[in-house]
């Protein structure tokens, strides 16, 4: 398997960057490549067809009304799907080359590389130190200097550190809501993963917190690829670098999130961002 951020010796190389390992051409070498994927839950087909490339450390918003895909999509990326019974996929869906599906890929391993935050906060009943280093916990990792400096990594990477950094010892659940997301993120991130998928992130947030994370998103995309499922258009314009609209378990169309919001090449595109259906 490829060791994390691998791709980055394209961008730091001086050698020019190979016309397969771009994105289009317009931006990084890509690091999610989904490709002729569809995806079943029972005799439901929820995915058709979905052929996408996410560039590494940027930031991929998908777009669409309710029921569109976006978190099955999402979901994928990651296999956290594979839970569900009897859902089952076709084609398939690399990270850096790798096939997810590939028999010595495992999902627990899969799952520390890629990272999720979802829509509702969902720290543990535990203290803030010990919701950072929980994964580090379950593999093992006590030795007291590391989770030390895992948690004030990931406590400043998440703009949360300068806030709590006198109490890590106390709940995780007397933060606000916006210090939680934050919080889940922190911990998402502790394991170093290349890809963090936000499912609606701010869907519970008011929009101070909002934008608090908005902003910490893209802070984050210097050292993460994100994939973000949003239903705020807003959102999805001030803050990712490539757009993505789902319509009815389809990608009707994806680009630069400028080109998608300014100049939609398809119709669809242009009513759902002009809010004529949602
Ligand atoms: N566990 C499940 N079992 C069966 N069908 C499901 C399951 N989860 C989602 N679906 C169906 O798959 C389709 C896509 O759902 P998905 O949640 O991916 O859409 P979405 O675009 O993320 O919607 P929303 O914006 O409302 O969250 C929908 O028709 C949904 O009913």
């Given amino acids: 398997m490829a060791s994390p951020n691998s791709n980055?010796?394209?961008?730091?190389?001086?050698?020019?960057?190979?016309?397969?390992?771009?994105?289009?051409?317009?931006s990084n070498p890509k690091m999610v490549e989904v490709d002729h994927f569809n995806f079943y839950y029972g005799a439901k087909q929820a995915i058709f067809d979905v052929c996408l490339d996410i560039p590494e450390r940027q930031i991929t918003a998908f777009i669409g009304p309710s029921g569109c895909g976006k978190s099955t999509l999402l979901r994928n990326l990651n296999r956290l799907n594979d839970l569900i019974d009897g859902v089952r996929h076709e084609g398939d869906i690399r990270i850096d080359g790798t096939s997810l599906y590939d028999p010595t890929v495992e999902v627990i391993s899969l799952r520390k590389r890629v990272g999720m935050v979802f829509q509702k906060y969902n720290p543990f009943p535990k203290t803030i130190y010990e919701n950072v280093v929980f994964s580090l916990r379950v593999a093992g990792r006590n030795k007291k200097s590391e989770l030390d400096e895992v948690v004030e990594r990931s406590l400043r990477s998440a703009a949360l550190w300068d806030e709590v950094k006198d109490r890590l010892h106390d709940s995780a659940y007397g933060l606000s809501g916006g210090q939680q997301q934050r919080l889940c993120i922190a911990r998402a991130i502790a394991n170093r993963p290349q890809i963090l998928l936000m499912d609606e992130p701010c869907a519970a947030l008011d929009?101070?917190?909002?934008?608090?994370?908005?902003?910490?998103?893209?802070?984050?995309?210097?050292?993460?690829?994100?994939?973000?499922?949003t239903h705020n258009m807003q959102q999805?314009?001030?803050?990712?670098?490539?757009?993505a609209f789902m319509f009815m378990g389809r990608l009707i169309e994806h680009g630069e999130t400028k080109q998608i919001f300014t100049e939609p090449k398809e119709q669809q595109t242009e009513s759902y961002i002009s809010g004529r259906f949602s």
């Fill in 236 to 243: 999805a314009s001030r803050c990712s670098d490539r757009t």
């Fill in 8 to 26: 980055t010796s394209v961008v730091q190389n001086s050698e020019p960057p190979t016309a397969t390992s771009l994105v289009d051409d317009f």
């Fill in 207 to 229: 929009p101070i917190a909002t934008l608090k994370i908005e902003e910490l998103m893209l802070d984050l995309k210097k050292e993460f690829t994100i994939a973000i499922v």
